[in-house]
């Protein structure tokens, strides 16, 4: 059943499409790490076709205060990553 009233509706940091919220990935960055919403703090959505992006590498890196490829390796170390990247 979906009437519309409790689908959330959230954006995406990298291409800034909208999408509801189980469709995108919410992370966060916390003492300089990349990781999933801990429930806690400043969090962020990426949809499923930015997770391998320049533009969220270059986000996360401004985001969470590393080289770019610093944030890439973080990135590298999330599943959905790998998994997303065979997809591709
Ligand atoms: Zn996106």
Redesign the pocket.
């Known amino acids: 059943m979906e009437n519309g009233k409790h689908i959330k509706i959230r954006m995406?940091v990298?291409?800034r499409?909208r999408d509801r919220q189980d469709n995108l990935y919410r992370l966060q960055c916390k003492n300089g790490e990349l990781v999933s919403f801990s429930g806690r703090g400043r969090s962020f959505y990426?949809?499923r076709?930015?997770i391998n992006?320049k533009k969220f590498i270059n986000y996360i890196s401004k985001l969470c205060n590393l080289t770019k490829n610093e944030a890439k390796e973080k990135l590298f170390h999330f599943p959905f990553y790998i998994k997303e990247k065979e997809f591709i």
Request: hydrophobic share 20%; charged share 20%; with cysteine.
């Open positions: 995406c990298a291409c499409k990426v949809c076709e930015c992006s």
